[in-house]
């Protein structure tokens, strides 16, 4: 069950991605049409900003926060790697992340090639770091390369938690906000992604999330109310949204933050989701930056 988690997190790292580079999008409706430059993404502070932005924004909801998730997804476009280039720049990864209990996938065909690591840090969080080049018989070669991390806390004191399925099945949370833990540990791994992705010789497009609960049902004003609160908390304004079976999905733009991706000619940096949760009897919120790339 391990392994089958960690190749849905692949798919939904990928698939979420692709949206930030502007070809589907999972939980809007709209298409996003193209990438923002992405100031967040060559800067540090633009970096520290980000996800000050979700750690802001999700505060105000009143939500324990859970857990947390910071991914990257970053193409080169011309270029061929072989299945032992690709284990040479994971292996470097991996020293980056200092990975514990490291397992290694690989792969390689005649076009194409991969190779996959994956692991937990000391402080219990999951890494999974893959690489993946492709030669077509037409068009350009592409390498990619998507990078991990996904940490879950015990929602009453921000205590590591040992899986992202402990953050999925914990008693609903008695205590609300972000403990400093959990709002540290975000703020550093989006810095650490972005360096670590960066000195691996790709270009970072980074995106990160903040999941939690709240220990209720909450009706529709109830929603509406904390998601005015989320986009109040970072001067943000919507852009888009949708309400469909127990879940409501709002796009904004906040000016507290560079980069973001368009989305019919808008630009949107900040998507916050509720979702019923009707299995525990609490309402789940997730805060993401640009998009949020996780299933909920």
């Known amino acids: 069950m391990r392994m089958k988690r960690w190749w849905l997190a692949v798919l939904a790292v990928g698939v979420g991605m692709a949206a930030m580079r502007g070809q589907v ?68 990864l991996q020293q980056d ?49 998507v990078v991990r991390v996904d940490r879950a806390f015990q929602p009453e004191t921000g205590a590591n938690a040992h899986s992202a399925t402990a953050r999925a099945s914990a008693a609903p949370a008695q205590a609300t906000g972000v403990p400093e833990p959990v709002a540290a540990g975000f703020r550093a791994d989006f810095a650490a992604v972005q360096q670590n992705v960066a000195g691996a010789g790709f270009t970072p497009q980074i995106s990160g999330c903040i999941e939690g609960s709240v220990n209720a049902r909450m009706s529709g004003g109830q929603k509406e109310r904390l998601i005015s609160e989320a986009l109040g908390a970072v001067q943000a304004r919507r852009v888009e949204g949708i309400t469909s079976d127990g879940v409501v999905s709002i796009s904004a733009d906040s000016p507290l933050a560079p980069g973001g991706i368009l989305t019919h000619g808008h630009r949107m940096n900040l998507q916050v989701a509720i979702h019923d949760d009707t299995y525990h009897q609490r309402t789940d919120v997730l805060i993401g930056t640009p998009i949020i790339t996780v299933s909920y």
């Open 25 to 92: 999008s999972t939980v809007q409706a709209a298409n996003p049409e193209r990438t923002v430059a992405a100031a967040d993404a060559q800067a540090g502070q633009g970096s520290r900003n980000s996800a000050d932005l979700v750690v802001q924004s999700f505060r105000a909801t009143g939500a324990a926060a859970l857990g947390y998730e910071v991914h990257s997804w970053s193409q080169q476009n011309g270029r061929f790697l072989s299945e032992s280039q690709l284990e040479a720049i994971l292996d470097r």
């Open 97 to 145: 992340f200092h990975l514990q209990n490291a397992k290694k996938v690989q792969r390689s065909a005649k076009n194409d090639t991969f190779c996959a690591i994956y692991g937990q840090r000391a402080d219990g969080a999951s890494v999974m770091l893959t690489a993946s080049s492709y030669h077509p018989s037409q068009g350009e070669d592409t390498t990619v390369l």
